[in-house]
């Protein structure tokens, strides 16, 4: 891919966001945007928070990104128990063939993978939330003093059960800060659920076809970067996530009046950086301001927080971030 042209990379992803979803609708049924918003952060270098009940396929979804896009996974199911070592690995001692000397040999955990599905993360203390998060940011962990690098590309997928908070550990908003994207996904409708459970309970298993490998992968990132955004949406961008502090003069009075704080400036980072992957896979080379207004949603959900006015009133995040999108100007 390093040889084609941009137009002939934008082409090229936008067939594989085609691929992607004929694929992957052999397996997943009615979650076309969720698939989309995954390939985005995936494009984009950013981790996923996955919300929703258990039954709704989180796992399998996973699992089949890994298998299209020819990557290596591995899932971490997380329990009150599990250890910073559990995820990263540990020195075990062995002994030399030959010389019988002792020695320290590091075997790596489940974390030295392409796609990680962190299961439950809130079912973990917070030592080991924060562990695998400063393993997300860094790209790198270390043990017994030496480093050892990540496999690129590195992408985390962490699940949390919605319904579900006896024996939970919350994520900060601070760590909930890392995931570029929150998904939620949802209950299907009636008729994607029986198509659903037609094509899971028969005796055909699909199979499915390749799309990148991690070498490819990893060019569509880089090319990600280089997608070209006008000052316009720039600053649409930013205005959009300045508009949810409550403590600013431009903040609209709803949000003062039921937001306890609003986003950062990595909010506005995520919002071009993922429109920029979003334009590439609906075949264009430049980042409207509808890109942004697409993901303001998976954005911004995880980084604004609602207070008592808000939450007696029954008023969501969404509806929040939904008046957002009608209150602030495109120009």
């Given at each position: 891919?390093?040889?084609?042209?941009?137009?002939?990379?934008?082409?090229?992803?936008?067939?594989?966001?085609?691929?992607?979803?004929?694929?992957?609708?052999?397996?997943?049924?009615?979650?076309?945007?969720?698939?989309?918003?995954?390939?985005?952060?995936?494009?984009?270098?950013?981790?996923?928070?996955?919300?929703?009940?258990?039954?709704?396929?989180?796992?399998?979804?996973?699992?089949?990104?890994?298998?299209?896009?020819?990557?290596?996974?591995?899932?971490?199911?997380?329990?009150?128990?599990?250890?910073?070592?559990?995820?990263?690995?540990?020195?075990?001692i062995?002994?030399?063939?030959?010389?019988g000397?002792?020695?320290?040999?590091?075997?790596?955990?489940?974390?030295?993978?392409?796609?990680?599905?962190?299961?439950?993360?809130?079912?973990?203390?917070?030592?080991?939330?924060?562990?695998?998060?400063?393993?997300?940011?860094?790209?790198?962990?270390?043990?017994?003093?030496?480093?050892?690098?990540?496999?690129?590309?590195?992408?985390?997928?962490?699940?949390?059960?919605?319904?579900?908070?006896?024996?939970?550990?919350?994520?900060?908003?601070?760590?909930?800060?890392?995931f570029?994207f929150?998904?939620?996904?949802?209950?299907?409708?009636?008729?994607?659920?029986?198509?659903?459970?037609?094509?899971?309970?028969?005796?055909?298993?699909?199979?499915?076809?390749?799309?990148?490998?991690?070498?490819?992968?990893?060019?569509?990132?880089?090319?990600?970067?280089?997608?070209?955004?006008s000052?316009?949406?720039?600053?649409?961008?930013v205005?959009?996530?300045?508009?949810?502090?409550?403590?600013?003069?431009?903040?609209?009075?709803f949000?003062?009046?039921?937001?306890?704080?609003?986003?950062?400036?990595?909010?506005?980072?995520?919002?071009?950086?993922?429109?920029?992957?979003?334009?590439?896979?609906?075949?264009?080379?430049?980042?409207?301001?509808?890109?942004?207004?697409?993901?303001?949603?998976?954005?911004?959900?995880?980084?604004?927080?609602?207070?008592?006015?808000?939450?007696?009133?029954?008023?969501?995040?969404?509806?929040?971030?939904?008046?957002?999108?009608?209150?602030?100007?495109?120009?």
């Amino acid at each position: 891919m390093s040889e084609l042209s941009g137009e002939e990379v934008v082409e090229k992803v936008r067939q594989a966001r085609e691929k992607l979803v004929s694929e992957l609708g052999k397996v997943i049924i009615g979650q076309d945007d969720i698939l989309e918003q995954i390939a985005i952060a995936l494009f984009s270098k950013g981790h996923v928070l996955l919300m929703g009940v258990p039954g709704l396929g989180k796992t399998l979804l996973v699992k089949s990104i890994a298998e299209i896009f020819s990557l290596s996974f591995k899932r971490i199911q997380f329990t009150p128990d599990l250890m910073p070592a559990d995820i990263f690995g540990t020195e075990v001692i062995e002994e030399e063939p030959g010389t019988g000397k002792h020695a320290f040999k590091f075997v790596k955990g489940p974390i030295f993978a392409n796609i990680v599905l962190a299961d439950e993360i809130n079912r973990t203390p917070p030592k080991t939330q924060a562990a695998l998060l400063e393993a997300m940011e860094e790209k790198h962990v270390t043990a017994g003093g030496t480093t050892y690098a990540l496999d690129q590309p590195f992408f985390v997928l962490a699940t949390q059960n919605p319904i579900e908070l006896e024996g939970t550990y919350p994520l900060p908003e601070a760590q909930l800060d890392r995931f570029l994207f929150n998904i939620v996904i949802d209950y299907l409708s009636i008729e994607d659920e029986i198509k659903m459970v037609s094509q899971t309970t028969g005796k055909s298993v699909p199979d499915l076809s390749k799309i990148f490998d991690g070498e490819e992968i990893m060019e569509i990132q880089q090319v990600v970067r280089e997608v070209p955004v006008s000052e316009n949406v720039v600053k649409y961008a930013v205005n959009l996530v300045a508009a949810t502090r409550p403590k600013t003069k431009t903040a609209p009075d709803f949000v003062t009046n039921q937001l306890r704080w609003g986003a950062g400036s990595r909010a506005s980072q995520a919002l071009i950086l993922a429109g920029k992957a979003r334009a590439l896979l609906h075949g264009r080379y430049n980042v409207s301001i509808e890109d942004v207004k697409a993901l303001a949603l998976p954005v911004l959900r995880h980084r604004i927080v609602t207070n008592f006015n808000a939450d007696a009133e029954g008023v969501t995040v969404e509806d929040i971030i939904k008046k957002l999108l009608d209150t602030i100007p495109e120009a």
